[in-house]
């Protein structure tokens, strides 16, 4: 059969390489280390749709991991870089997607179009296609999704002859996917923390020898301020022969991004940026003291945007307070901002992935939430009339959009509301005098919204999951919060 070639086929093919829960699964029971093929796969996939890694190097790329705080930083270095280059074209890769695949791939901040996204990724495809020999016996044919994804960023950001590419890393650092360009211009290392521990180590110390992977011979290799690790990332960058320095905190400017963790993230963006300026001669007024913010950096701090993240979005008699928090640490950041000020939040959907434990996450979202708001945790908890625990599925009808499709969702957990009930279980524990009726584990993003939509002017809290915020904003309309412009 003929193939039509547009966005939706190509969205249909990316979904086969997605991994599901079973090999998710097989992988976390094998100790789950990423094998040491892994970048040698991603060359070999690289060599088969016509590239070798040396053309990487034409993108000029800044290569930003951390476990907290790396989409932001890359969010803001974006910014400040879109601003000093005038005429240039700066690529942005990111994951994941909050509505649509292609959103993962931005040029001048704006998700590349459905036609574009079709048109390189069939060129991908068919090479993959045309070239079937594997390089081991466990090699698939097509790479799995972030992989593929990968590869598809690299040609389209050389085939648009991209002046710049802020590249953030999937997973870790040393076997990730995006870790194949041999000399970026500068790297960077945001906040680390305990994440992804079946595949990257189940100590920050191990975490950082993983992250620090990115630090290659002869770039800059920054950090934040670590609070474990740092050593370890100093003894990477100087065994690489990576120049390595910490990055101290800005003063406190304005910022496009809001909660008070997002300084630590802009003070990274500040020295990679300053650090890429300088390195490709671009000019600007850089201050000697490198804790002073060079002044037109101050305007496109202000002015980033990052979408799904402490976010709020007015919707008719709706404010949605949109944050894809999904650890302890960014719930807690997401309480600071969702119950500052004016902010009260009387609606709550949430999920999360069933393997992170549901009742600590809620537990520090109502802790650090009547912190903010000076009253105990209950009455906290009786400010909001109606929480909805529910699948990331976005449709009534137990569709994904295709965009949206996740494989790696154990289908079983989904028939039957696992994770939602013992969600709703915890929230009953943790409230006992909430009414029960007024907490719905529901199977769909779809149901949710129905729900809120019944209930009139209200300020709706959504956290738990990115894929789940995602979700939202495709079910309730908000696609235009979604641009970075």
């Not at 749709?49 to 951390?66: R, S």
């Not at 770039?219 to 301020?225: D, I, M, T």
């Not at 993240?309 to 919707?315: I, N, Y």
């Not at 959907?349 to 537990?363: D, K, P, V, Y």
Request: with cysteine.
């Amino acid at each position: 059969m003929a193939r039509s070639k547009t966005y939706s086929e190509a969205i249909s093919l990316l979904n086969t390489c997605q991994s599901n829960a079973a090999t998710i699964e097989a992988i976390r029971k094998s100790g789950g280390r990423l094998n040491d093929h892994a970048v040698a796969e991603m060359h070999d996939y690289l060599r088969k749709i016509g590239y070798k890694p040396d053309d990487l190097n034409q993108l000029n790329v800044v290569h930003i991991t951390g476990t907290k705080g790396k989409g932001s930083t890359s969010a803001f270095t974006e910014r400040i870089l879109r601003t000093h280059i005038p005429n240039g074209k700066i690529g942005l890769y990111t994951s994941p997607h909050l509505c649509a695949v292609r959103e993962r791939i931005r040029i001048n901040g704006e998700p590349i179009s459905e036609e574009s996204f079709a048109k390189y990724f069939f060129e991908v495809w068919e090479k993959l296609e045309n070239d079937p020999k594997a390089l081991t016996p466990q090699t698939p044919q097509f790479p799995i999704y972030f992989r593929l994804l990968t590869l598809l960023a690299f040609h389209v950001f050389l085939s648009e002859r991209i002046t710049a590419t802020v590249l953030e890393v999937g997973i870790g650092g040393l076997y990730d996917s995006t870790n194949i360009v041999p000399k970026p211009i500068v790297t960077g290392i945001t906040s680390l923390g305990l994440d992804h521990t079946a595949v990257l180590g189940n100590t920050i110390e191990e975490i950082a020898r993983n992250k620090a992977g990115i630090y290659k011979k002869g770039v800059p290799a920054l950090s934040v301020v670590q609070d474990q690790g740092g050593e370890v990332l100093n003894e990477v960058a100087e065994k690489n022969g990576a120049p390595f320095e910490v990055i101290q905190t800005i003063p406190s400017t304005p910022l496009g991004l809001p909660g008070a963790h997002q300084l630590i993230n802009a003070s990274l963006a500040v020295a990679l940026s300053s650090k890429f300026l300088s390195i490709q001669k671009y000019t600007f007024n850089s201050p000697t003291d490198s804790r002073i913010i060079p002044e037109s950096f101050i305007k496109p701090l202000a002015e980033t945007r990052w979408p799904g993240r402490c976010q709020q979005v007015k919707q008719g008699e709706i404010t949605w307070l949109l944050d894809g928090a999904h650890t302890i640490e960014s719930l807690r950041s997401c309480a600071e901002w969702a119950f500052d000020g004016e902010k009260k939040p009387n609606v709550l959907i949430f999920n999360c992935s069933g393997g992170r434990a549901g009742e600590s996450l809620l537990n520090e979202l109502l802790e650090t939430g009547s912190k903010k708001k000076g009253i105990s945790k209950e009455e906290l908890g009786k400010q909001f009339d109606t929480i909805i625990f529910c699948t990331n599925v976005t449709y009534t009808d137990g569709h994904f959009k295709s965009d949206l499709d996740a494989k790696a969702i154990d289908p079983n957990d989904l028939s039957h509301l696992i994770t939602q009930n013992a969600l709703r279980d915890s929230w009953i524990k943790l409230n006992p005098s909430f009414n029960p009726e007024d907490v719905h584990a529901v199977a769909s993003i779809q149901h949710a919204i129905k729900i809120v939509r019944d209930l009139g002017q209200k300020q709706v809290l959504v956290a738990g999951s990115l894929h789940l915020v995602g979700g939202v904003m495709e079910v309730a309309g908000l696609q235009d919060a979604l641009s970075m412009v």
